[in-house]
């Protein structure tokens, strides 16, 4: 099957709602592409039971007014269940696979996100060992607290939500750990208060935080856990740890969860299957580049290709609905407002650079691993495989890498291990924007891609 | 005092890396230089199937039959480290055309000295449990071999450098220096480099090395798509393919030929190659491609229909018009030996095509008769 639309979203989160909102509102057709079964995005994830909804998220009322919007908007056709496993262009259109046929536009947004940035730790694979984005998917989208006694870490924001949500929802974490220090948001406190409402959000948390007891320790990381003879998790080596994370100190908790979150990288799959133009951003993280409208760059400068939300830069909901409010103008070519939404973009956008200079993530986690630590979990490839394969292989470049040793050629495509082996090699930023050419962004069966009808 | 090299590289393919292996365990002191780094060029897209199952008697598979033995070697030689095994290759036929060429092409492969063996149906189903049940008849091949060819180059790199040899990365050659008629040394990205022997090892980039130094060799590239899987369960236990790829291999029609060579690999995934086209060095992907061999892959395994793709990726064949590889010394310049053009097969005839320059740059009798391979064929047919 063949559908063809004025304008295609890919991607139901903050960024992509707002893009099909700004888009159908100014006279287009629009199609809103996700492979989940419920619009949403991993901000307003949706549990399983209508009435739970609100109770698990604080900010659902205006995802729940955003998305009935558009459910009742004409101009706008939702394609739920929909995986896109492939993106490119031909004869000067974008042509975007899914299972059963093919999405084809010349006005493409894509929204597609990002996903929990983890860190390789000994004993990060033990079960139990979790993301914290794992934790709170599993409490928002299941209603299943993660364990009986949680620990929660890593660095930045996003870990109060998800401990004061596992708390209120009567989970027993037994501690927030917390690898920025405890004032190191002080230098940077004008422009934190130039966003009282996020401000509030984050007393909000530690006021439910506070209530259950849940203990805080700052600069320090989990560095290693401890499996017990089942193989589960029993215990984590908590460390503390200077500003370049090096170890100062270490002790140890009893937990069964650990829900751990290095903040997020984007999902920038499809943005490179496309071959759009990407950049380093200065968290670190490769992102889509995109100009004062949210266009992206490509070679095939006919077509009008924009990206909106986290996969150009790490940002929060609030930046990812502006950039999307933006390019959804700006794929129907108009200019109502516009100026408005670029302030608020501004604004979040200073505050999303504000975070990142709290929560730096140092490189000194690299002294956290021991030769046998698996780096890539897919193919199961240890520190010491990709330190030889660098030594005696010349495999200096993350893709000599993963060709000597096979990291990143797993199941997840290096999505999780790609920036750490980056970090392990010291890549200089061209090489971690020379994109590998990968045509399949999401895996499909040969019997699906046997059939007829694909384009 | 002289630190120059007695031979440059160029290339560090799996082509250069085992003519540089080749030339240091005879002596030489070498240096090899290559733009990117080891084997990122067509040798990082190879399969790293060592065949003598897909070729007919000729000189390409008698140098076949002297590599498929050079590669235990090499691995007795420097320890290994590159996944080399002996997995065996199965060639089924589907049709009563395909089984009766089938049985002539083995037939003259036995003659030639290759251990290809007719099976029956019990056979074949033993061998390969699920197979499709509409395939009767094939032929095994036991010396079928494969090979990582990434690790393969990089560990063959790797011992050449700790037995004195050096190399040069991200290094671009730009020049070739002659003088007299005679190559004296390269010009890079990062400098010059002299020595009285260069070997030209740059695959389907040859042409143009060639070019450089003021000769010519008329190497293309031919694309090729491969399909990898997701992890699966060991279900495919050879190398499995259908009668009608020998005679793709060596078409000369610029069209697209595929026909679906299936194995599973030591990782747990199963690699499905390839398809034959000319299409210069085009970029971007062509579903069509990658669907036909998605459906062949199935023909021949039913049960991979159920099986995830997770990559597709694509690479550019080195060819010569006459499907040959080119070794052997420039008709020119002396000094300068062409090491390329392998086609489809690059992985598997490198050690024994390396050994022929090295007994060429010695000029000492070699295993077989190099002429079939000379570079000087191309001019003669310009000439004629
Ligand atoms: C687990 C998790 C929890 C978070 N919790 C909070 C929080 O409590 N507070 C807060 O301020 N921020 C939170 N954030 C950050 C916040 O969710 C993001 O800022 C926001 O969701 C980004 O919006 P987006 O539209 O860019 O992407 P997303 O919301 O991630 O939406 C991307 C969408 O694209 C779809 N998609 C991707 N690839 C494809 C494809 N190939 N085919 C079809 N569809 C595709 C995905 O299914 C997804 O629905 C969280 C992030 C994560 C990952
Ligand atoms: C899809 C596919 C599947 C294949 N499967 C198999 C198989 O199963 N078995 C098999 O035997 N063969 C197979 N082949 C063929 C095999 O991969 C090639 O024949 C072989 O890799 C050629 O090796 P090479 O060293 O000559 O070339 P390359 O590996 O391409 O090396 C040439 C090197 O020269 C360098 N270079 C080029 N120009 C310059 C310059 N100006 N300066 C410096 N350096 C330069 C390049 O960077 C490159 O590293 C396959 C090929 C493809 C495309």
Redesign the pocket.
């Known amino acids: 099957m063949e559908l063809r639309h004025q304008v295609i979203v890919?991607?139901?989160?903050?960024?992509?709602l707002n893009a099909a909102k700004y888009a159908a509102n100014a006279g287009c057709n629009v199609a809103l592409?996700?492979?989940?079964p419920r619009l949403g995005?991993?901000?307003w994830r949706h549990t399983g039971i209508e009435s739970d909804d609100q109770s698990r998220h604080h900010n659902f009322d205006q995802g729940s007014l955003l998305m009935d919007a558009i459910i009742a908007n004409p101009r706008i056709t939702i394609y739920p269940n929909?995986?896109?496993w492939s993106a490119s262009v031909i004869n000067g259109e974008v042509v975007l696979r899914y299972k059963d046929g093919a999405f084809i536009t010349s006005r493409l947004i894509l929204?597609?996100?990002?996903?929990?940035r983890s860190l390789p730790f000994p004993g990060w694979d033990i079960p139990g060992v979790m993301t914290a984005?794992a934790a709170?998917?599993l409490l928002k989208g299941s209603g299943v607290i993660a364990g009986k006694r949680i620990v929660v870490a890593g660095s930045g924001p996003?870990l109060l939500?998800v401990a004061a949500g596992l708390s209120s929802h009567g989970g027993k974490v037994v501690g927030l750990i917390e690898a920025a220090g405890k004032f190191a948001w002080l230098p940077e406190i004008l422009s934190l208060l130039q966003n009282p409402a996020k401000i509030s959000e984050g007393l909000g948390y530690l006021l439910t935080l506070r209530k259950a007891k849940v203990e805080m320790r700052f600069k320090q990381a989990v560095i290693s856990a401890h499996a017990d003879s089942d193989g589960l998790l029993e215990s984590i080596t908590v460390a503390n740890i200077d500003a370049e994370f090096h170890i100062t100190s270490t002790y140890s908790i009893n937990c069964d969860v650990a829900a751990i979150g290095w903040g997020?990288t984007p999902?920038t799959s499809?943005a490179g299957a496309l071959g759009l133009k990407e950049e380093v951003a200065a968290d670190g993280s490769v992102v889509v580049a995109v100009d004062e409208n949210q266009r992206a760059s490509s070679a095939h400068s006919e077509l009008h290709i924009f990206a909106a939300?986290?996969?150009t830069g790490i940002g929060?909901?609030a930046l990812?609905l502006a950039e999307g409010a933006i390019a959804g103008l700006a794929a129907a070519d108009s200019r109502t407002n516009l100026r408005d939404l670029k302030k608020i973009r501004r604004k979040a956008r200073r505050f999303a650079l504000t975070l990142q200079r709290v929560y730096p993530i140092a490189l000194g986690w690299k002294s956290w691993l021991t030769p046998e630590t698996i780096i890539c979990r897919c193919e199961e490839v240890t520190h010491a495989a990709i330190q030889s394969a660098f030594t005696e292989l010349d495999a200096d470049d993350a893709r000599s890498a993963k060709l000597m040793t096979r990291c990143g050629m797993g199941m997840c495509q290096g999505r999780i291990c790609s920036r750490n082996v980056a970090d392990l090699l010291d890549s200089p930023d061209a090489d971690r924007i020379k994109g590998v050419y990968r045509p399949i962004?999401?895996p499909i069966t040969l019997g699906e891609l046997a059939q007829d009808g694909l384009l | 005092m002289n630190s120059n090299p007695d031979a440059i590289i160029i290339g560090a393919g799996i082509v250069g890396a085992t003519t540089a292996l080749s030339l240091t365990n005879a002596g030489m002191k070498v240096l090899v230089i290559d733009r990117g780094n080891v084997a990122t060029g067509t040798t990082s897209a190879g399969e790293g199937n060592i065949l003598v199952s897909d070729k007919a008697p000729g000189p390409e598979l008698d140098l076949a039959l002297r590599s498929r033995d050079a590669w235990f070697e090499i691995q007795e030689d420097i320890g290994g480290g590159f996944e080399l095994e002996a997995k065996g290759g199965l060639v089924v036929a589907r049709s009563e055309d395909g089984l009766r060429s089938l049985r002539t092409l083995t037939a003259a492969q036995r003659i030639a000295g290759i251990d290809a063996q007719d099976i029956s149906i019990t056979e074949l189903r033993a061998l390969e449990p699920h197979l499709s049940h509409s395939i009767t008849d094939g032929a095994f091949y036991p010396q079928d071999a494969q090979c990582q060819p990434m690790l393969a180059a990089a560990h063959i790199l790797r011992a050449t450098k700790a037995r004195g040899g050096k190399f040069v990365s991200g290094a671009n050659v730009t020049a070739i220096t002659t003088n007299d008629g005679a190559v004296t040394g390269v010009v890079t990205s990062q400098g010059t480099f002299n020595a009285p022997v260069i070997v030209n090892a740059t695959g389907t980039w040859a042409g143009q090395i060639a070019q450089l130094a003021g000769s010519a060799l008329p190497i293309a590239p031919r694309r090729g798509f491969i399909l990898v899987s997701a992890p699966t369960r060991k279900i495919i236990f050879h190398k499995v393919y259908d009668a009608e790829y020998v005679a793709n291999v060596s078409s000369g029609d610029a069209d697209l030929q595929s026909s679906a060579v299936v194995e599973g690999t030591q990782s747990g995934t199963i690699l499905i190659g390839a398809s034959r086209e000319r299409v210069g060095f085009q970029d971007g992907i062509d579903f069509e491609i990658l669907r036909i061999l998605a459906r062949q892959a199935i023909a021949l395994f039913p049960i991979l229909a159920d099986i995830q793709l997770l990559r597709a990726y694509r690479g550019f064949r080195p060819y010569a018009p006459d499907h040959l590889p080119v070794i052997g010394e420039d008709p020119i310049f002396k000094g300068f030996w062409h090491n390329a053009g392998h086609e489809g097969a690059g992985i598997g005839l490198a050690p024994a095509s390396a050994q022929l320059i090295c007994d060429g740059i010695f000029d000492r009798p070699s295993f077989m008769n190099p002429t079939p391979f000379a570079p000087a064929r191309f001019a003669k047919a310009a000439a004629s």
């Not at chain 1, 890919?10 to 992509?16: E, S, T, V």
């Not at chain 1, 929204?111 to 929990?116: L, S, V």
């Open positions: 890919i991607g139901g989160g903050p960024a992509g592409l996700d492979s989940a995005g991993q901000y929909t995986t896109i929204a597609t996100g990002a996903y929990d984005g709170q998917s996003f939500p997020f999902d499809m939300g986290e996969i929060g909901s990812s962004i999401s």
